[in-house]
């Protein structure tokens, strides 16, 4: 039974879906830059949790929202002089590029908060809103009224006693300690609309408020009562929280079953931010040498609840731990029969909300194990089904003209005791880009070309 963590009981529970197919929301990238490693690591967490759904055999809509109108982006397309389909359609191809390279399974639907379709569901949101009195109209713009929503801040634990009545806050993202009554459409004017950042509504020219956005969105395609929204835990409050309440005072539904929040990710034991330059994107880690699926592994050595420390070491570890698996899997025979054990304790793992530092200890005990290569290669590549490591991409090693000779009659000299000669051999050998290992269990090899061992045995 798959057992998730729920941010809005605060308890693991064993997840029941609503219908035949799981209704999954995660919320995607704000597009005005390029998505950082931070973020990245919500996105492998989502990509796993969807991959492991999948594997317990369910169907799965997932729906990820890329956000290209608010704030920022307005802001950006100001400094950069540019416009703002230019500025949004350069930063969301470039996170999907990115999506490729982490080797993340795309969702079913990325709704774009400036289409059409989705305004016009925002706008309906916003009248049932206001027909239920828990919205208003100041001045142009319309306004959430929290207080008229009783049960606000049962996801975040977020107390409104004490919050002066009406006051209001008109910025897409505010003050995380100081709840206020949040702007749904925000006011503009006909300029903006001529440049497509504003559109007609019944209270004028004007804009979607950030919040609005992601329950339109998630409503329109997955109906108004969802099987999982998951997002960073820097969401929670007030993205997550001022969901809810607007979703929930507009249908009386429950808006959301399971609410799952990835952790931060720290860089050298601290937070990211801009004046610390230790903000890093996908381009940083290639330009230093590095795969993408190296940090996708380093992810998943620590539990989507727990904070992770980004290390430049920490990363080459994880290089090298994945670049030493594909070199064993490069010298397996060809999958065959697996074995029912690791992939059923895999299983159990994966299960227990998503415990992928043991998923990936169990990996290395298959991979270590003295099954029969074959019967190894047919695990792996089923563990990779919920890992997305590319383990079947990994092509069968080939030594270059005359290694084999060469390697044969190394061994013959060895078990003559013919050590010197042996060595001489293994030199030989190096120079022709392979690398000989000896242990108690016999004798392997390595190709080594760029630096980097690709293969063995």
Known sequence: MLKLYNYLSRKTEDFKSIGDVVGLYTCGPTVYDYVHIGNWRTFVFEDVLKRVLVF???????????????????????????????????YAEAFMADLTKLNIIPADVYPRARDPKYIGAMINLIEKIIERRAGYVSDGSVYFSIAKFKSYGKLSGTNIKGVKAGARV??????????????????????????????????????????????AMSMLDLGSTIDIHTGGVDLLFPHHENEIAQSEAATGNKFVNVWMEGEHLLVDGEKMAKRDKNIFTLKDLIERGFEPLALRYLFLTAHYRSKLNFTWGSLQSAQNALDNIRQEISSWDKPAIGC????????????????????ISILWELVKSDYP?????????????????????VKKAVLPKGAKELIDKREKLRNEGNYAESDKIRGRLFELGVEIEDSSKGSSWKIIYDGVNKSSK
């Open 340 to 359: 029912a054990g690791y992939e059923g304790d895999f299983e159990k793992a994966v299960f227990d909300d998503l415990d992928m530092p043991k998923a």
């Open 170 to 215: 008109d910025v897409d993202e505010y003050d995380k300690e100081n709840p206020q009554d949040f702007v749904l459409w925000k006011k503009s004017n006909v300029a903006a609309r001529g440049r497509g950042e504003a559109f007609d509504s019944p209270w004028g020219v004007g804009r979607p408020g950030w919040h609005i956005e992601c329950s």
């Open 56 to 90: 317990g055999g369910y169907k799965v809509k997932h729906v990820m929202n890329l956000t290209d109108i608010d704030d920022k982006i307005i802001k950006k397309v100001e400094e950069q002089k540019t416009d703002i389909t230019s500025l949004t359609n350069k």
């Open 373 to 393: 290569s074959s019967a190894k290669h047919q695990s792996v590549l089923k563990l990779d089904e919920v890992l997305g490591l590319g383990f079947n991409q």
